[in-house]
């Protein structure tokens, strides 16, 4: 807090403090703020994005505001793999668009094995198979 008091502009120490304030203090309201600030400062900030978006998943299930907020942090940065993952995941499970989950699955799988030598398998398998579970493919 005492790095916005002297640069209040500073889209980073937002997203930084929502960051604390979601996943050590639990204090989701100012950490929604606080990430709109970010977005608010700075409109192509990815990560505020991407961390608004895990936000309104996870803690307030507002799949609507999550999956706009993964576009835009996609349309910003298409190589966000995660966003990729977790678009998938709300579209096909929120959605039922099972064609544009299995897109953006298979998009965060390339990127993923392209760009990185060593893939997070735990993470990668989880959402893979949790995507595979539960779909008609």
Do not use: V, W
């Not at 979601?22 to 400062?41: P, R, S, T, V």
């Not at 900030?45 to 309104?56: D, G, V």
């Not at 609507?64 to 579209?91: C, D, M, R, S, V």
């Not at 959605?95 to 965060?108: E, L, M, P, V, Y």
Request: net charge negative; proline share 1%; hydrophobic share 35%.
């Amino acid at each position: 807090k005492k790095l916005l008091n002297k640069y209040p502009r500073y889209s980073q120490a937002y997203c930084s403090l929502a960051a604390l304030l979601e996943n050590i203090f639990e204090d989701y309201e100012e950490a929604k703020k606080c990430y709109e600030m970010a977005i608010e400062l700075n409109s192509h900030f990815e990560m505020a994005h991407y961390n608004l978006a895990s936000l309104l998943k996870n803690y307030y299930f507002d799949y609507t505001g999550a999956k706009l907020h993964y576009e835009i942090a996609l349309t910003i940065n298409p190589q966000l793999a995660e966003a990729h993952y977790n678009l998938a995941f709300l579209l096909e499970s929120y959605f039922s668009d099972t064609s544009n989950a299995k897109k953006h699955r298979d998009i965060g799988f390339e990127i993923k094995t392209k760009n990185e030598k060593i893939i997070d398998f735990g993470n990668f398998c989880y959402c893979i198979g949790f995507m595979y579970f539960n779909t008609n493919y």
